[in-house]
């Protein structure tokens, strides 16, 4: 059966969920969507822990979209970290060339991808929140998905001259619970939020409304979650944003 978050319509077939970033609005509103926040982060660095205790707490927020990208170059150490991804990595080191930082490091957030904090800095973390919720650009962003495909819709630009940006295809994994083994984490047991197991670009968006349709194999397994990012550029700020939960599984926001 067919399953729309906003109605709950049903109609014979296969579950289809749609999800729309900016919700109910109110004709004179400012459109409204998420904070995106990234944490970078790994199970060999000691002083993650506290950071990724503090993303689990973002992940349940409805005002934030909150992600886990473990990275791997802490392998090193003596401990492979089981979630790390070096297309995690790459992303890392890419926001560290646009926003001129001199090179990595865990855990670090990205905000909106306009500010990098330290994640572990609670304060600090949820004060950038706060200022990037007060100064945030949005077009709309509408996502489906079944298990077959899932479809992406972004709006019209809402100034004169908008810049060209990238949209961004994320798979998640809702919770992971580790044990690790070895290294300077050796013997604790993690749990980490929102995985980022996949990340595809898998369109450009200019100005004008854009969809596009990837196979649901493209975001990671079927229970997994998919967020959507729309970034100024490739790696810039953030211009929208929507995600949506697998049936009866989990939710993610």
Same mark, same amino acid.
């Given at each position: 059966?067919?399953?729309?978050?906003?109605?709950?319509?049903?109609?014979?077939?296969?579950?289809?969920? !749609?999800?729309?970033?900016a919700? %109910?609005?109110?004709?004179?509103?400012?459109? @409204?969507?998420?904070?995106?926040?990234?944490?970078?982060?790994?199970?060999?660095?000691?002083?993650c822990?506290?950071a990724? #205790?503090?993303?689990?707490?973002? =992940?349940i927020?409805?005002?934030?979209?909150?992600? *886990?990208?473990?990275?791997?170059?802490?392998?090193? &150490?003596?401990?492979?970290?089981?979630?790390?991804?070096? #297309?995690?990595?790459?992303?890392?080191?890419?926001y #560290?060339?646009?926003?001129? @930082?001199?090179?990595?490091?865990?855990?670090?957030?990205?905000?909106d991808? %306009?500010?990098?904090?330290?994640?572990?800095r609670?304060? *600090?973390?949820?004060?950038?929140?706060?200022?990037?919720?007060?100064d945030?650009?949005?077009?709309? !962003?509408? &996502?489906?998905?079944?298990?077959?495909?899932?479809?992406?819709? !972004?709006?019209?630009?809402?100034?004169? *001259?908008?810049?060209? /940006?990238?949209?961004?295809?994320?798979?998640?994994l809702?919770?992971?619970?580790?044990k690790?083994?070895?290294?300077e984490?050796?013997?604790?047991?993690?749990?980490?939020?929102?995985?980022?197991?996949?990340?595809? %670009?898998?369109?450009?968006?200019?100005?004008?409304?854009?969809?596009?349709?990837?196979?649901?194999?493209?975001?990671?397994?079927?229970?997994?979650?998919? /967020?959507?990012?729309?970034?100024?550029?490739?790696?810039?700020? !953030?211009?929208?944003? =929507?995600?949506?939960?697998?049936?009866?599984?989990?939710?993610?926001?």
């Open positions: 059966m067919f399953g729309r978050t906003s109605s709950g319509a049903a109609i014979a077939g296969t579950f289809f969920f !749609v999800v729309s970033a919700g %109910a609005q109110p004709p004179d509103a400012k459109p @409204r969507r998420p904070v995106v926040v990234e944490l970078y982060t790994s199970q060999g660095c000691s002083s822990p506290p990724d #205790a503090l993303l689990g707490q973002l =992940a927020r409805k005002d934030v979209l909150a992600m *886990s990208l473990p990275v791997t170059y802490w392998d090193m &150490l003596g401990w492979r970290d089981t979630l790390a991804d070096e #297309a995690n990595t790459k992303r890392q080191k890419a #560290a060339k646009e926003l001129g @930082r001199g090179g990595v490091y865990t855990p670090q957030m990205i905000v991808g %306009a500010n990098d904090v330290v994640g572990s609670e304060q *600090s973390v949820q004060a950038t929140i706060a200022a990037r919720a007060g945030m650009q949005t077009i709309p !962003v509408n &996502l489906e998905a079944n298990h077959q495909q899932v479809q992406i819709s !972004v709006g019209q630009a809402q100034t004169a *001259s908008p810049a060209e /940006a990238t949209i961004w295809l994320f798979g998640l809702p919770q992971a619970t580790v690790i083994g070895d290294g984490n050796g013997g604790r047991t993690i749990t980490y939020h929102n995985v980022v197991r996949q990340i595809r %670009a898998v369109g450009m968006w200019k100005g004008q409304p854009v969809t596009v349709s990837v196979p649901r194999g493209e975001a990671g397994r079927p229970h997994d979650g998919i /967020a959507v990012l729309v970034q100024q550029g490739g790696y810039g700020r !953030v211009l929208g944003a =929507a995600s949506i939960e697998h049936p009866n599984f989990y939710m993610v926001r």
